[in-house]
Structure formats: structure tokens, C-alpha cells
């Protein structure tokens, strides 16, 4: 193919037909216009600081003081609620090791014991334990609830 001079395209161009010239009209029209619509898209506030909830405006809005002061609330009765669990796993622990020592002298007294009968103290003593070991059953199952 023969390459063209600046003005021989040119000459080309002015000689050609009424179709072929509307259609690089067009197309330089269009560039144009694109180059103008992407340029004004965006004011200059827009570029220079984008706000970074654009796109989630909707989908999750800031809450407001009530709803701030309801959020600090429920996490109050929740550091109220594990503090709470951790005395009652504090006094199971003593509970359950108190059950131990008096289990263990029931259990002396008992085999010290000569005939078939305890004596009176060792029976209480029972009945001790058995109160105790009920209250740890119960605060094993016990649990505080935060609201």
C-alpha cells in the first residue's frame, strides 16, 4: 500500500463521499462528547474527598444516640452477666471443696464407728452435706441472664 502525505490524506478526505465523511464526523463527535460528559462527572469536592459510605448508605445507617445508649446498656449487663458467672463459678469452687472435707470426715466417722448406728452429730453432719451438694447441683445448672 502506498502511504499518504499529510495532505494528500486530507485531499482524500475532502474528495471522498458524503457518507464517509458524516460517518468520521460522528465518530469524532462522539469522542468528544464522552470526553466531555467523563470529565464533568465528578465536581472537584467528590474527587478530593470521597466519602466512604457511598455505597452503603442505605444498607446500614449510623446509629443515633438512642440507639447508641440502648447498645451501651446491653454491653453493661453483659460484663454485669460474666461477672456475675464468675463468682458463682468461684463460690462452686469453694462449695464443692468444702463438700470433699466434709465427705471425707463423714467417712471416718462412720468407720470409727463400732456398732450399726451413727450418733446423732454424724447424722447432721449427713444432712449438712446433703444441703450442700444440692446447692452446688443447683448453681451448676444456674446461669444469670444478661436482660
Known amino acids: 500500500m502506498q502511504e499518504l502525505s499529510r495532505e494528500q490524506a486530507h485531499a ?15 465518530c469524532g463527535l462522539c469522542l468528544a462528547l464522552m470526553a466531555i460528559l467523563s ?16 455505597l452503603n448508605q442505605g444498607a446500614m445507617p449510623m446509629p443515633d444516640g438512642n440507639q447508641i445508649a ?20 468461684k463460690q462452686m469452687v469453694k462449695d464443692t471443696a468444702d463438700l ?15 456398732t450399726g448406728q451413727l450418733p446423732p452429730r454424724t447424722v447432721r453432719e449427713a444432712e ?13 445448672k444456674l446461669t444469670v441472664p444478661a436482660e
Open 39 to 54: 470529565g464533568s462527572a465528578f465536581t472537584a469536592q467528590e474527587l478530593s474527598a470521597p466519602n466512604p459510605y457511598h
Open 12 to 26: 482524500e478526505f475532502v474528495n471522498s463521499g458524503p457518507r464517509q465523511r458524516a460517518h468520521g464526523l460522528r
Open 100 to 114: 470433699l472435707l466434709l465427705a471425707k470426715d463423714l467417712k471416718e466417722e462412720a468407720d470409727r464407728a463400732i
Open 70 to 89: 440502648r447498645m451501651k446498656r446491653i454491653h453493661e449487663k453483659w460484663q454485669e452477666y460474666d461477672a456475675l458467672n464468675v463468682e458463682r463459678k
Open 128 to 140: 449438712v452435706i446433703e444441703i450442700l451438694a444440692h446447692n452446688v447441683n443447683v448453681k451448676m
